[in-house]
């Protein structure tokens, strides 16, 4: 009898502790917060960094609800369970985390594309590549002796006309699920948070600019190098029609 109630002890207190070892953690991390003024949204994810969801003040995840924020300490306040957790932002982990499941990866990817506005930047990218070319041919034009306004707005038309017949949608569906195959759980969680950074923030803002800035510098040299090319090709013609 005692051995009988000795091994049942003993079993129950297996139980219990692979019960303990494989509950999941309820802790969280603050990853980001996407401050746009008058709103505030926080990057919330699991310590193995495997869930993770955008959420405001007052709706939860993983069972904490946001219930403030701070934002001269950055303390995200969140109450789990009727206990008050506060939570300090979390800085962006090297992503060499569990790589997550392909759908929650690919919410996180989609997020992401919402969270760069990918649309807009689309847009302001292109407008400013096609800016920076039309200065490039005008200087090109005015080398030549003669600058040609209507042929350059006739390009930059018609170059406006075929983007504006693009349709975004299937492009950024196309690159979310891109960047999920891509990125492990974990990076595109690092990634989300970049962004919701100051400076993350900036690099979404700027980088229309700071493309057009890359192609003045840069196109200078490929029409050099395209200039060359093009004479190559005309003596490897001609040395051709001669041997023929």
Do not use: C
Request: glycine share 4%.
């Amino acid at each position: 009898m005692k051995s009988l109630l000795r091994t049942s002890l003993a079993l129950l207190l297996s139980i219990n502790l692979l019960s303990a070892e494989t509950e999941p953690s309820s802790e969280i991390l603050l990853r980001g917060v996407l401050d746009m003024g008058t709103t505030q949204t926080f990057s919330l994810s699991t310590k193995d960094g495997i869930a993770s969801k955008w959420v405001k003040v007052g709706q939860s995840f993983k069972d904490h609800t946001v219930v403030s924020f701070d934002s001269d300490t950055q303390i995200l306040t969140v109450d789990h369970a009727g206990e008050t957790k506060e939570l300090s932002l979390e800085a962006a982990q090297e992503g060499n985390g569990p790589s997550g499941d392909m759908e929650t990866r690919l919410a996180e990817a989609k997020h992401l594309m919402s969270l760069i506005d990918f649309e807009d930047m689309m847009d302001k990218t292109i407008a400013a590549q096609m800016d920076a070319m039309a200065e490039m041919m005008t200087k090109q034009m005015a080398a030549n002796g003669e600058v040609d306004d209507a042929l350059i707005a006739f390009q930059q038309k018609a170059v406006s006309e075929m983007f504006s017949e693009i349709d975004w949608e299937p492009i950024k569906e196309g690159m979310s699920k891109a960047y999920a195959e891509t990125f492990t759980q974990d990076e595109l969680s690092s990634i989300s948070s970049f962004y919701a950074t100051p400076a993350g923030k900036a690099t979404i803002t700027k980088q229309p600019e700071l493309q057009e800035k890359t192609m003045k510098i840069m196109m200078p040299a490929i029409m050099s190098a395209a200039g060359s090319m093009q004479q190559k090709m005309m003596k490897f013609m001609q040395e051709r029609q001669a041997a023929e």
